[in-house]
């Protein structure tokens, strides 16, 4: 009997059963001696998974409708008979040559009207019916040849959604969605409120994509599109979807969502059409941020995904990437391990690396790898070793995606695609209310106070939750106003940063006084914006200081717990609170400096009796407790200088070493314990 039909009798160890370990792997791009090199050397770092074919299209396909399969079926059979799963990818976020030239309508064109030549990835429209075509029929060839091999473990669909583009055949795709979404030009022009600026509308053939215009676009047309666009990525994924499941059926489906800074895409829509999700994180950082950086995007994705175990698609092993100082910076020695230790406590089921051979020459040829330039005798590729041998240690962790939380967090924030959408208009009273820094804001004061969160959208079962924060949500609909209410008078606590509520979900001001969606829940009505210049700040009572923002709040059934102490809104509340049912409402009506934040989110937490996972948590002392099938694991991560010495309870899951009493964690180290249930904290 063969190797492979050997495997396929199930020698292969099952899926899920240890820690996901690999990265990319791009055989296509070495000459196939090197492929026993590298089979050497993935042994040698107890690698378990390699992702193949995510930019192979080309490889696969060289001409139009002519497959050249043979050198990937070689790959998937080594890879089976090495005992390594295979993520395999459809190929279709870098589409061929002759897909350009063929089917010229199937390249992306700009808002300024410019179409983009092939030569990079990402030259697709995902409205052009040739490209999505084009993408269902490789995707049906893949999966109708490998869907039933023995290496394959999952289903990785396109690469980073996130491609947007205009043109004609983007306007017709666009009206189609409108017809959908209004039924008639009518509605269209009531809710774009398009006699303003002689907009309106008497034809559908009248309507293009927002694309360059002479001044201020109509903000709701604006916001469409991106809705549209979103939901144009969308089919993309659930096409392939539905072919692959249709062919392997009990094959598991995910895409990778690229985390944080993409917003062309719906996450939570994406997640309920995947069977896990993942992500890819490069945090940019090199100090203490990029650690909250970490954290931050391991709670997306376990948010995403339910709650649930979650894919690492791609971190890097050895870089660090500032775009802002257009560098790449070494990571120092350890950090690699310490970071994945970051992503397991959250939920991780392991970690992927983009990828495994750095290239000779490409556009990503100094990208980090897991085999450098330097090859095997490298620093880079020791700590691939020792991480390999890491993640068999705490092999315990490994289970695959089931309904158990991972995390039992008692604090959310709130995170959805249309508030991002919504502050990118550029007719707004500043430039300085973007989404992303707000809520990242609000997650990283909360990790320095040592407080553990998930993200959340509105229309989800808040009951599981004691707070729910609200750091951006300009626009908001009534059932969003509906569902906050409800959860505030069953005993929530609520709190809302500045601009929250001040118009509809279709981008139409409430009248009244601004916050309108949640003035009544606020106890609060906001009558004046006053922008602060970027250089200014606002001090209020309590000692805090704002900036960027401030407001002119009148309570109406609140009261304040910091007022302005300076500037024109001297006198006026800053900072309120109100009861609500057996809830409490809380309201920031500017941005709080970091510190600022920090003390008020510790107030607010402590006020709804939420307990950290470890009493000695923050503060850079990182404790996160996961939930599994096999009991409770308590992570205890430090990020400063400095060593911390701390109660513990339970075993270390590395030496077996019994602790009870004072445990000190080196500078930069960590510790997993395996808990007994009574060493877990109650829970408010």
């Given amino acids: 009997m063969s190797t492979i039909e050997t495997l396929r009798q199930g020698e292969l160890p099952a899926w899920g059963s240890r820690l996901v370990y690999g990265g990319d792997y791009n055989p296509e791009q070495w000459p196939r001696e090197v492929w026993a090199d590298d089979v050497r050397l993935m042994r040698e770092a107890r690698v378990n998974t390699v992702t193949v074919g995510v930019f192979a299209w080309s490889s696969l396909e060289p001409r139009e409708g002519e497959y050249t399969f043979e050198w990937l079926d070689e790959v998937m059979d080594l890879m089976a008979a090495n005992g390594i799963h295979v993520v395999l990818a459809t190929p ?95 509605t269209l022009n009531h809710t774009w409120n398009s006699g303003f600026w002689s907009q309106g509308y008497g034809a559908w ?10 001044y201020l676009p109509n903000p709701v047309h604006a916001l469409d599109f991106k809705r549209f666009s979103a939901d144009q990525l969308l089919e993309c994924l659930i096409e ?44 940019s950082a090199r100090d203490i941020e990029g650690e909250t950086h970490v954290s931050f995007g391991a709670d997306l994705a376990r948010s995403f995904n339910g ?42 089921t392991g970690s992927l690396f983009f990828q495994w051979r750095s290239p000779r020459t490409g556009a990503e040829f100094f990208h980090s790898p897991m085999v450098p330039h ?23 962790l490994a289970e695959p995606a089931t309904d158990v939380r991972v995390n039992e967090n008692r604090v959310a924030i709130v995170w959805d695609a249309d508030s991002w959408w919504s502050v990118e208009t550029r007719a707004l009273p500043s430039d300085d209310l973007a989404f992303l820094p707000a ?73 009244g006084g601004f916050s309108g969606a949640f003035a009544s829940l606020a106890g609060i009505r906001v009558e004046e914006h006053h922008p602060l210049a970027p250089d200014e700040t606002v001090a209020l009572t309590d000692g805090s200081v704002g900036e960027a923002w401030s407001e002119d709040v009148q309570l ?80 205890l991560i430090n990020h400063t200088d400095s060593p911390r010495t701390l109660d513990v309870s339970g ?23 395996r808990e007994e249930t009574e060493a877990r904290a109650p829970r408010a």
């Fill in 92 to 186: 279709t976020a870098s589409p061929p040559p002759w897909m350009s030239l063929a089917y010229p309508d199937a390249l992306p064109v700009t808002r300024e009207g410019v179409r983009l030549m092939h030569g990079s990835r990402d030259t697709y429209n995902p409205a052009s019916a040739d490209y999505r075509r084009l993408a269902r029929r490789i995707t049906r060839a893949l999966a109708e040849r490998y869907g039933d091999h023995p290496a394959l473990a999952m289903w990785h669909l396109h690469n980073e959604y996130g491609t947007v583009s205009y043109g004609p055949v983007t306007d017709a795709a666009f009206r189609i969605w409108l017809r959908e979404r209004y039924g008639d030009l009518e």
């Fill in 205 to 214: 053939d009248e309507i293009h994509a927002p694309q360059a215009t002479q």
């Fill in 240 to 283: 392939q979807a539905e072919i692959v499941r249709a062919v392997s059926p009990g094959v598991p489906v995910t895409t990778n969502f690229m985390l944080p800074t993409w917003n062309h895409i719906d996450q939570w829509d994406f997640a309920a059409e995947l069977d896990v999700v993942s992500i890819d994180h490069y945090p």
């Fill in 307 to 348: 709650g649930r175990p979650w894919v690492l698609m791609e971190q890097a092993t050895s870089l660090i990437y500032d775009y802002a100082q257009a560098r790449l910076f070494a990571k120092e020695p350890g950090r690699l391990a310490r970071n994945t230790v970051q992503y397991l406590a959250k939920g991780a």
């Fill in 374 to 396: 330097a090859g095997e005798d490298s620093r880079v590729f020791r700590e691939i070793v020792d991480l390999g041998r890491l993640l068999e240690q705490l092999g315990e």
């Fill in 439 to 511: 809520v990242r804001a609000a997650h990283r004061g909360l990790w320095w106070e040592g407080i553990n969160a998930d993200v959340v959208r509105l229309d989800a079962d808040l009951s599981g939750y004691d707070v729910v924060l609200v750091p951006s949500k300009f626009a908001a609909s009534d059932a969003e106003a509906d569902a906050l209410t409800e959860f505030a008078e069953n005993g929530g606590h609520v709190a809302f940063w500045y601009t929250a509520g001040s118009t509809d979900e279709n981008l139409s001001v409430r009248l």
């Fill in 556 to 635: 109406r059934g609140a009261e304040s717990i910091a007022d302005y102490a300076s500037g024109p809104l001297a006198g006026r509340p800053a900072i309120t609170r109100n009861d609500v049912g057996d809830g409490v409402v809380h309201y920031l009506s500017t941005r709080l400096s970091a510190g600022d934040l920090r003390r008020h989110l510790a107030r607010i937490a402590e006020a709804a009796g939420i307990t950290r996972d470890h009493p000695d948590a923050g503060h850079g002392l990182e404790a996160v407790r996961r939930v599994g099938a096999h009991g409770t694991h308590l992570f």
């Fill in 651 to 673: 075993e270390d899951v590395l030496t077996g070493t019994r602790l009870a009493g004072a445990t000190t964690i080196p500078p930069h180290g960590w510790l997993v314990v």
